[in-house]
């Protein structure tokens, strides 16, 4: 499956931006799907996950409450829709798909078999 992110953007600090990450090749239905998100200088760190089946979701301490990852099968993509950004938000957003994974794996990027080419979130303070 080739995933591909878009809706990165310079926002400004209490404002709102919302990530997609449509896919080809093989239907999103079939994969657990994840954000992860890079800093300059830092490690990826994992954001929000949806499982396969059923659609639970998982979110770091640092966005829930302010972040929600969701999935329409039938635009094959996934979103993440983050609310009340902060300066510690910037990074390099990027998605990732697994088949299979564990509810123990789902932070851990190594579980995640695709990854798109990352998004630009810059949010000022």
């Known amino acids: 499956v080739q995933l591909q992110a878009s809706g990165g953007g310079l926002v400004q600090a209490g404002g709102s931006l919302r990530l997609s990450c449509a896919a080809s090749?093989?239907?999103?239905?079939?994969?657990?799907m994840a954000w992860f998100r890079q800093a300059p200088g830092k490690e990826r760190e994992f954001a929000a996950a949806?499982?396969?089946?059923?659609?639970?979701?998982y979110y770091s301490d640092s966005v829930k409450g302010r972040f929600t990852i969701s999935r329409d099968n039938a635009k094959n993509t996934v979103y993440l829709q983050m609310n009340s950004l902060k300066p510690d938000d910037t990074a390099v957003y990027y998605c990732?798909?697994?088949?299979?994974?564990?509810?123990?794996?789902?932070?851990?990027?190594?579980?995640?078999?695709?990854w798109g080419q990352g998004t630009q979130v810059t949010v000022s303070s």
């Open positions: 990732a798909a697994a088949p299979r994974i564990i509810l123990s794996s789902l932070r851990v990027p190594s579980a995640y078999d695709y």
């Open positions: 090749g093989r239907t999103l239905s079939g994969y657990s």
């Open positions: 949806m499982f396969r089946s059923p659609s639970n979701t």
